[in-house]
């Protein structure tokens, strides 16, 4: 029986209602300060506009909306109309949806817990089930997790720096200071653009006049300037080896394309002295000249395609879109740069090895840890489908936390929802679940050691992830170009439904990098906050709509994704983005300034709107997207084979492509030595 429109506005008013920070009454202004009491209304306003059916209240909201339009329509039209469009959506979402019944919130109890765990039914069902039983939920994950190995990897990885291209990604945005110290040129195009809208929101992207020691190029390097060092004292390389790594510089602003290559140049030039690492950075006209000059020349040469731009071969835009190009140069590094490279591992900038205390825990340093067999393995998974490990997945701690174990879950988990956007979605509890359950499980008893039975992993994080290149060829996963967040997690989805064997990823214990961005990225991550935030409402859209692509089944995708991964996956996405959007800025009001709650409210807008729509339609734009970005990929490796087979032959017009890859590539080669 499904669930009528006004049935499910008369349930969410009386539970939050009941909820802390849920009585949306008109608000007081004899408490607030004229300012905030506006931005306070604009939430309590849009909940009663769309969830209250009581004249009054609703007469209340219609007048708030005016008079906010009257005293500045410039600023609050957008805001004002999104909320106003949104019924009807909403509205359509609930009574489409297969939503189990509304439960009775008479027999809900007065207490907060019974309250939100009674409400979670609804909105957050994976949340109640891993507060009822936790146990229960780890034992759940872990079986559906287990792989049941057949045969490993019969040529792992012998020599990992020489056969790992690592990646990583700078992500810039402008000064935070108007008055940074930069190279003239630089400065110049700052000043002319000071006023440029934002095109893509990062976590915690490097301002341009960001302190050497809270840079986070210089902090990651380094670090694995240091992993090198420690290797060569180990022995595990040899003592004039080098390791290569690809950065993709991606942008906030899109006028900073024209500084992004020559700040990093700077940088290396003030500060770098990497005497272990080979560095090669690629920007977006970088990328332009590799579709031009190699990709199309050898499209139309040998697969008579002339219709193919390549253009999701690039690394401005959402985080997808750099994702699948730090994956997917590893292809084309192994076939025109230098054929011994096997794998690709990204790691993020703000992530070291902590190798002493790798040693000292697991017996191996980061190299080592990536000869395992299990890469690139063959198993069955628990719906008895035959897998390939060909990705592989590591954790992270904190910094804070090191010192504990290595294999300290960098999400602790947490005792119950506290704020009242938690009420409605609260991540951080299946988040933690994951983590403990797939990120720290260690092969230290049979069956699960390592040889019988091992785990696959669904929940990875963006850095401290790989790939073999023959997964690669054969498979083509990519992270469609509009995932702005989870990018990491997004990656699976496109190969999750596959022909057998399925590419998987393989869980290594111990491969575990340090975090260490609150260490020295706060002031950055402080200015992102809000674009993380509304990113994270987006995610939960696009999502949705991605995993009903992968099956229209959408609870089988959503139970086999469980708990993190899945949690993000709902049968009424606007639904709970909205609800979450409204009490989050409800807090908001009461601990940020005027100018953070505007831009919240602004930036909220806009970015759902445009999310939402998106969404919408049978196809969708982001189906159509979708379908055309993974013909794309598919023709990026039927070029790479096609040139490499030509290679074989000795093909003079290969040759020749090979030679113009190899002189783009020096081109894009970082002198990271200290002038």
């Known amino acids: 029986m499904r669930i009528t429109w006004p049935e499910f506005q008369t349930w969410i008013s009386t539970l939050f209602s009941r909820l802390p920070a849920g009585n949306h009454a008109a608000p007081s202004s004899k408490s607030r300060q004229a300012e905030l009491e506006k931005y306070e209304g604009f939430f309590r306003a849009s909940f009663i506009y769309l969830f209250e059916s009581d004249h009054q209240l609703l007469r209340f909201a219609s007048n708030l909306f005016n008079d906010l339009l009257l005293e500045d329509a410039r600023t609050w039209q957008e805001p004002v109309h999104f909320i106003l469009q949104l019924k009807g959506k909403l509205k359509q979402e609930i009574e489409n949806a297969a939503l189990p019944p509304l439960p009775d919130l008479k027999e809900a109890g007065e207490s907060v817990e019974s309250l939100y765990m009674t409400g979670w039914k609804v909105l957050f069902p994976e949340g109640r089930e891993i507060l009822l039983n936790k146990k229960k939920a780890e034992q759940d994950l872990l079986r559906k997790r287990k792989i049941t190995l057949h045969k490993p990897n019969p040529a792992p990885l012998e020599n990992p720096a020489r056969e790992i291209l690592f990646t990583s990604n700078v992500l810039l945005r402008p000064p935070l200071d108007n008055h940074s110290e930069l190279p003239e040129n630089i400065q110049k195009v700052v000043d002319r653009h000071r006023n440029a809208a934002q095109q893509f929101w990062y976590d915690h992207p490097i ?12 902090y990651g390097l380094n670090g694995l300037e240091q992993m090198m060092a420690f290797e060569k004292q180990r022995g595990t390389v040899g003592s004039g080896q080098r390791l290569t790594c690809v950065l993709s510089c991606s942008v906030t602003h899109s006028y900073l394309h024209q500084v992004a290559k020559s700040y990093v140049q700077y940088l290396m030039a003030r500060h770098g002295t ?27 040469r040998y697969l008579q395609i002339t219709d193919e731009e390549f253009l999701v071969f690039g690394v401005d835009g959402e985080y997808g879109r750099h994702y699948t190009f730090l994956k997917a140069i590893a292809a084309l590094w192994q076939v025109l ?25 697991t017996g191996h340093s980061a190299l080592e840890l990536f000869k395992t067999p299990l890469w690139g393995a063959y198993g069955r998974d628990f719906k008895q489908r035959d897998v390939q490990l060909g990705m592989i997945a590591g954790a992270l701690v904190n910094a804070s936390d090191i010192e504990k174990s290595l294999f300290t879950p960098d999400v602790p988990f947490p005792q119950g929802p506290e704020r009242s956007e938690e009420f409605v979605f609260f991540s951080r509890l299946p988040q933690a679940l994951s983590t403990s359950v797939e990120m720290m499980t260690r092969y230290d008893h049979p069956p699960l050691d390592g040889r019988k039975q091992c785990l696959q992993r669904i929940h990875v994080t963006g850095g401290t992830n790989g790939i073999l290149v023959e997964s690669l060829f054969a498979h083509h996963p990519f992270t469609p170009s509009f995932m702005g967040r989870a990018e990491d997690q997004a990656f699976i989805l496109s190969v999750f439904n596959g022909k057998e064997p399925l590419l998987r990823y393989v869980h290594q214990p111990g491969l575990i990098m340090r975090h260490d961005k609150h260490l020295f990225a706060q002031k950055a991550i402080k200015a992102a906050e809000n674009g993380k935030i509304i990113g994270d409402y987006v995610r939960m859209l696009y999502f949705s709509a991605y995993a009903r692509m992968v099956d229209p089944d959408l609870s089988a995708v959503k139970e086999e994704l469980a708990p993190f991964t899945g949690s993000f996956i709902s049968a009424i996405p606007a639904t ?23 831009e919240y409210i602004q930036t909220g807008a806009k970015r759902l709107k445009t999310a939402m729509e998106f969404t919408e339609g049978n196809p969708s734009p982001l189906q159509k997207q979708f379908e055309k970005e993974k013909r794309s990929w598919k023709r990026y490796y039927q070029t790479l084979q096609a040139l490499a087979d030509a290679l074989e032959r000795d093909d003079e017009f290969a040759v020749r492509i090979k030679n113009t890859a190899q002189n783009m590539v020096r081109n894009a080669q970082l002198h990271a030595v200290k002038t």
């Open 207 to 218: 301002p341009l006049d960001a302190p050497a020691q809270n840079n986070e190029i210089l």
């Open 337 to 361: 740069i230098d054929p011994q490279i096997k794998a690709t591992f990204k790691i993020d900038l703000d992530q070291v090895f902590p190798q002493e205390t790798l040693v000292r825990e």
């Open 576 to 598: 709970i983005v909205t609800l979450r959007f409204i009490f989050k800025g409800l807090e908001k009001v009461h601990k940020e300034s005027a100018d953070q709650i505007m």
């Open 274 to 300: 990497f005497e272990n690492l080979d560095l090669y950075l690629f920007t977006e006209t970088d990328c332009r000249k590799i579709i031009s000059k190699i990709l199309k020349p050898a499209a139309e």
